[in-house]
């Protein structure tokens, strides 16, 4: 195990899908299901899962004594304020932690082999931010080092860590990751989701 957080932002009102997209079935388990099997299989630790709307018909869905769950009051406010919450929290459960990975529970095809390349860029090179390239664009699952910890906290309203990406553009390496531009927002996107699916077994 690394010296690594993992935060998963997990709070949103999927108000664009009209149903917790966290509890949408994917393959035999749930949404959350799987982001949180895919983050224990990497070498990242603790596992910490920021959760708001929803909470209590998520937990359960969480059958990991690995993570630590977190509840966002402040989610009417943006995702801001679950970055803030997640570091925070793992600023209690680890003081030492080098450096955290953020990523979100709606990019289904996400993998642990990419969380560890992250890790793995960011260990070899020593460049403090290591972000995910899809669709020309820099965005999550991306890692920053301790040095970023207080920035990611003082984001505000609706910027998230992609904010503190393009700021510090130069302090940043890229990992390919084609698959992260495919995220869930609508019923369409899970429509096509589960066709991608039933595709891959034929």
Request: proline residues 5%; aromatic residues 6%.
């Amino acid at each position: 195990m690394s010296n690594i957080g993992l935060i998963i932002l997990a709070a949103g009102a999927s108000t664009r899908m009209g149903t917790p997209k966290q509890l949408l079935r994917y393959g035999e388990q749930s949404l959350i299901g799987h982001v949180v099997q895919v983050a224990n299989a990497s070498v990242c630790h603790p596992i910490i899962v920021v959760l708001g709307s929803y909470a209590e018909r998520i937990k359960p869905e969480i059958n990991s004594e690995q993570v630590h769950i977190v509840e966002n009051p402040l989610l009417s406010e943006g995702i801001s304020t679950s970055i803030r919450v997640g570091i925070e929290a793992l600023n209690i459960i680890n003081k030492e932690a080098k450096a955290v990975v953020l990523m979100v529970c709606d990019q289904p095809f996400i993998s642990p082999q990419l969380i560890n390349q992250l890790v793995e860029v960011h260990e070899t090179t020593l460049k403090p931010i290591v972000a995910s390239q899809y669709a020309d664009t820099l965005g999550v699952p991306a890692l920053f080092n301790r040095t970023f910890f207080a920035k990611l906290t003082t984001l505000s309203g609706t910027d998230g860590a992609r904010h503190i990406i393009k700021k510090y553009l130069q302090e940043v390496l890229a990992v390919p990751f084609p698959e992260g531009v495919f995220d869930l927002d609508t019923p369409d996107d899970y429509e096509q989701l589960l066709l991608k699916n039933s595709e891959v077994r034929i």
